[in-house]
């Protein structure tokens, strides 16, 4: 890992992938599985969990360092919801991790996340032991 | 009455302590789509955000405090952040106290920024600080 490398992960996510989360997560908002309380609050449907967007996207740095055990921070600012169709294929969100530092056996790197033409977390940052 | 800046600082008991368990590793693994094999073996450690699922069960003592008037369905997520001072295994006691760091009141909102540890035996093991944006009553 040296400055500048990166690295993309693309996830699909369905409504059943955004319902297991719910079991997972025991977050039983509504706005998760129903298309009329995601409507009655602004949505255009059924969106997955912001802490979904956030723990999927971390894959893109832990499957680089391998040991989940060397992330020490992560950060993200939820910009936008991944709205989830309610199709076999869902909708796919794009992750990038760059390195933009390493000091004292740190690495610190700039996480995108998009879906379509959206952002959907935001100043995403996360910090992992490389030595 | 509102929530204000004058609440910062205080502190709630501590929740329940929540007893992390393999299946519940596999299940949130799963959940996220990640198949890293650290977390499908017998000494299995968790997904770092695991903390929120304990980080989350901690709120609660937020929304019930009526002097904050706060309520749950007029909440969003606008930030997360974690420090990790240890991954979370099976078998781990977790005992999550929130607290609130900062109050900002805006016309129509309040974004509180709370910081939930969570601590193993009483030694830290990852603290999950939030900002939660809170759309007053009168302008919902």
């Not at chain 1, 794009?94 to 935001?122: F, P, S």
């Not at chain 2, 008037?69 to 781990?92: E, I, W």
């Not at chain 2, 109050?103 to 309040?110: E, G, L």
């Amino acid at each position: 890992m040296n400055v500048g490398d990166s690295r993309e992960l693309r996830v699909r996510v369905t409504r059943s992938q955004v319902v297991r989360y719910s079991g997972a997560s025991t977050d039983f908002n509504e706005i998760h599985f129903s298309d009329r309380h995601a409507r009655a609050i602004g949505l255009p449907g059924v969106v997955a969990h912001g802490m979904w967007t956030m723990g999927a996207g971390l894959r893109v740095v832990t499957d680089w360092v391998e040991d989940p055990a060397r992330v020490l921070s992560y950060f993200v600012r939820f910009t936008r919801p991944v709205v989830v169709p309610d199709t076999d294929d869902g909708v796919e969100v794009v992750y990038t991790a760059t390195v933009a530092e390493i000091d004292g056996g740190v690495a610190k790197l700039t996480l995108t996340a998009t879906c379509g033409n959206d952002a959907v977390l935001g100043a995403a940052r996360a910090e992992v032991r490389v030595a | 009455m509102p929530i204000t800046p004058e609440h910062v600082g205080r502190h709630f008991p501590p929740a329940p302590p929540y007893t992390v368990s393999r299946a519940k590793i596999e299940e949130f693994a799963v959940a996220l789509g990640d198949d890293n094999p650290a977390y499908f073996t017998d000494d299995a450690i968790a997904p770092p955000t695991f903390a929120a699922i304990i980080a989350a069960q901690a709120w609660g003592a937020l929304f019930d405090d009526e002097e904050l008037g706060l309520s749950l369905n007029r909440t969003m997520h606008g930030d997360q952040h974690f420090d990790f001072h240890r991954p979370l295994k099976a078998g781990d006691e977790v005992v999550a106290q929130l607290g609130i760091e900062r109050v900002r009141n805006r016309s129509t909102m309040d974004m509180v920024t709370i910081l939930v540890e969570l601590t193993v035996d009483g030694e830290p093991v990852c603290s999950a600080r939030s900002t939660l944006m809170h759309t007053k009553e009168e302008a919902a």
